[in-house]
């Protein structure tokens, strides 16, 4: 008997349910259909009303002089984008979010991963000691901002000054409001509230590593500092895939913790391209200039996730 011919039967010789002389019963296409739509539906809907339609309509007004409120907007071209690259503080904002970002992204993940390394090790008090180095990533970086502002107030009234001063007898230090010192500043804070979380990502990853590996390498005669480079950093490589694209995606869109520490001060040196768009569009009322911006800063995100994620699978493959 062809498979065509047969009957799916019950104990009793019955056919079975769904199952006739003729065959196994096929659902119908629409049904399939049907639960594509009920499943995929509100996906596209979100998709398309969150993202698709704001991202046409800032397209649409990066060509036009559009302020957010008159009813007609007035097509002008290329001006707005011209007026990105002519604009000092836009520069400065730019500038400043790259160095942000590959600062954070390089700082986090040379702490991250020996302090992953050292977490793993069996000690006294090793839980309270993760979630002590987790414990930052918990607050809103707003919040931490705001806390750190007082800490590291220039003013002799600052915690920070006023230990120094109590300890050592040192002037204030301007730490917020020194161009050098307040880039510094944000980013030390940017990476004291991100390398316990991401210590623990690699942490996670670095309990899957079987520990046959190390047994073997310790037999073959292999140091600590032979097993770390050829066997733990090799297949951490998923993992580091994942953190420095989160470090990289949060860098480039970051807005709330240099806005909360320095106000983009002194002058712009601290001041984020995220920054930038919101006071054009909403301060300044220039949606044009701000939309003009934010396509720009798209396109440059997407090359840059693009280019770090093409770079890290190469040096994946080439480790793994």
Known sequence: MTAATDVITNVDGTPARGSDARGPVRRLPWRSSASSVIIYGPIIAVLVVLFLIPLGQS??????????????AKFVGLKNYASVFADPSLRAALFFTIVYTFATVIIVTIVAIPLAVILDQKFRGRNFVRSMLFFPAIPSVAILGLVWSFILSPLASGMLNAILHALFGLAPVPWLSDPLLARGSVIFVAVWAQAGWHAVLYLAYLQSIPRDYYEAAMIDGASTRQQFFYITLPLLMPAMLISQVLLTTAGLKVYDLPFTLTK??????????TQGILQNGLTLGQVGQASALSVLFMVFVIAVLVTQMVLSRRAEGRVL
């Open 59 to 72: 397209i649409y007004y990066s060509f036009t002089d559009f302020n957010g409120y008159s009813t007609t």
């Open 264 to 273: 983009g001060g002194p002058g712009y040196v601290t001041f984020t391209i």
